[in-house]
């Protein structure tokens, strides 16, 4: 089977902008979790969808959303970019819940300047 | 504060050597997971044990959990330098549904 991908690997943006960032997991997963990843906080948990539904969230502002859709595919929206917001975001996937065996993609590197 | 935290903070040995790592944790957990993460890429989940579990094996891999004391210890044995990562684990702590890392542990093995 294909591994989680992620696109857009790195991304360049500048404060005040937003991004969208996507992930589509291993076939057949149903569940989707985002992290966050930086030097000072180190991995921090997000969100997870599953079956297109906000199952569980993290301690993240309003600014930090996420979607996902009938395929499973998921997408994640950062508005109004902060310089702190620069980071590695993760997605993973498993079968059917986040407590489970997480299977990461390679993230995506996002820079705001 | 995080659940996990991950000892030594950093790890230096030679090719050959084991490397040992620790764990320790806060709540009571359901299961604790090992990853690893090579520079600035994804994590590879590398082994799971469950709490009514002691010690695991995966090659060349060792993981033990002692529930009493909160603390899960991962052992990489007769190490490469293709071991050279950050090694994290990670726990279902409580009622959270989904899983809280440590700090990790970055493991340098020279050749």
């Known amino acids: 089977k294909a591994g989680v991908t992620q696109t857009p690997r790195y991304l360049i943006k500048t404060r005040g902008q937003q991004v969208t960032l996507s992930c589509s997991p291993i076939?057949?997963?149903?569940?989707v979790s985002w992290y966050q990843q930086t030097p000072g906080q180190g991995l921090q948990f997000l969100f997870e969808y599953f079956s297109e539904t906000q199952r569980n969230k993290g301690n993240f502002p309003g600014r930090f959303s996420g979607r996902q859709f009938s395929n499973s595919r998921s997408e994640m929206n950062v508005s109004t970019l902060e310089l702190g917001d620069s980071a590695l975001y993760l997605c993973?996937?498993?079968?059917?819940?986040?407590?489970?065996?997480?299977?990461f993609g390679p993230g995506t590197r996002l820079l705001v300047l | 504060s995080q659940q996990g935290e991950e000892d030594p903070q950093a790890l230096s040995i030679q090719e050959g050597e084991n490397a040992t790592m620790n764990c320790s944790y806060k709540?009571?957990?359901?299961?604790l997971q090992w990853y690893r993460q090579n520079s600035g890429r994804g994590l590879v989940h590398l082994i799971l044990i469950r709490s009514n579990e002691r010690e695991k094996h995966s090659g060349r891999l060792r993981v033990t959990l002692d529930t009493s004391k909160k603390s899960s210890s991962l052992l990489i044995t007769a190490s490469r330098a293709a071991d050279t990562a950050s090694y994290f684990c990670a726990t279902d702590p409580g009622s959270a549904r989904q899983l809280t890392f440590g700090s990790g542990t970055q493991l340098t093995v020279l050749p």
């Open positions: 076939s057949g997963h149903r569940s």
């Open positions: 709540t009571s957990i359901n299961n």
């Open positions: 993973a996937s498993s079968l059917n819940a986040a407590l489970e065996t997480q299977y």
